[in-house]
């Protein structure tokens, strides 16, 4: 069997405490608008905490104490791949926020001028100097609820007692611990596997190997390499040549679950956003959907990269 790298024929055709005072509210990152409320803006969740330029790398939304009609939305500027199953230590400037735990696509706002409004954000910092403030303004919209947890704009800011100004705005995927499973659960379907059938087609029998890669994808947001199990993802299959996309579930990146209904075990995975992969930093959408049964499994799957890929969509069966 060939293997494509894609990148290569695509170039070769074409590649809670007290609030604290407000004092400064004049110097805000984003601007205000109309009565001190600016607009969200299309970027990724960013801005300035505690003076420090701040991204947010995690998103999760994790329980609230005992409180189970609360959760906590939580927002880190370190890439941490076991946040809902271990301890979070930041050692950098962090956000969070507590919403409904039936939270649904609409918008949450909290005004420190009008008391009862909703929970503001609160920024905090345990490294150096402990810091902790509340914002005087927080508005967060659900924009969409997924399978795996929801995708939502923030804007929020608030001034320490020197005026110094804290102030995020953006959007971010979050990973709902609820409902995603941690990234090992794919360690079971690593191996080598044998290709019976393509898009409904029974195929000649050939060699697929799952196997995990951790020098092939780079998060820059995060300066790390992102480990990797890495599919043969078949986009053609013929008697002397198949073509591959070799892109599979990211720690870290993305978000699985895990369901199981009647002897058949369902995997899925999800992932919009930026990589750097085969020496090129794109922007990919892969949605996979995998479902094994005994030694047999299936895997349907979607993906895009544009510039590179045109979406595209097929499903194989494999057996162990």
Request: aromatic content about 12%; some cysteine.
């Amino acid at each position: 069997m060939k293997k494509f790298n894609l990148f290569a024929v695509v170039m070769a055709i074409t590649l809670m405490t007290a609030c604290s005072p407000i004092s400064k509210l004049d110097d805000p990152i984003f601007g205000l608008g109309q009565k001190g409320w600016p607009d969200y803006v299309e970027q990724p969740l960013a801005g300035r905490v505690f003076g420090q330029n701040w991204k947010a790398l995690t998103a999760v939304v994790k329980p609230f104490g005992s409180d189970k009609s609360q959760v906590s939305l939580e927002f880190y500027s370190e890439v941490n791949p076991k946040a809902c199953t271990g301890s979070l230590m930041p050692s950098k400037p962090f956000a969070s926020v507590v919403i409904p735990a039936a939270y649904t696509q609409t918008e949450y706002i909290s005004d420190m001028e009008d008391p009862g409004t909703g929970n503001p954000l609160v920024f905090k910092m345990f490294s150096g100097e402990a810091k902790k403030l509340l914002a005087s303004k927080t508005k967060i919209r659900v924009n969409s609820i997924t399978a795996t947890g929801l995708v939502v704009s923030v804007y929020a800011q608030g001034a320490d007692a020197d005026g110094a100004v804290s102030e995020i705005n953006g959007s971010v995927a979050v990973t709902d611990c609820a409902k995603a499973v941690d990234f090992s659960v794919w360690e079971e379907l690593a191996g080598w596997y044998t290709l019976q059938n393509f898009d409904g087609q029974a195929v000649q029998a050939r060699t697929s190997i799952l196997k995990y890669e951790n020098n092939s994808f780079y998060n820059r947001a995060a300066q790390a390499w992102v480990k990797t199990l890495v599919f043969p993802l078949y986009a053609s299959v013929s008697t002397n040549t198949d073509m591959t996309y070799n892109f599979g579930p990211m720690e870290g990146l993305g978000a699985t679950t895990v369901s199981v209904s009647g002897g058949t075990k369902t995997y899925t995975y999800s992932y919009h956003g930026p990589i750097y992969a085969n020496g090129v930093d794109v922007t990919m959408a892969l949605d996979m959907t995998v479902m094994k049964s005994g030694s047999t499994m299936s895997v349907t799957y979607t993906l895009e990269v544009p510039s590179y890929i045109k979406k595209v969509s097929h499903t194989f069966t494999v057996t162990k």
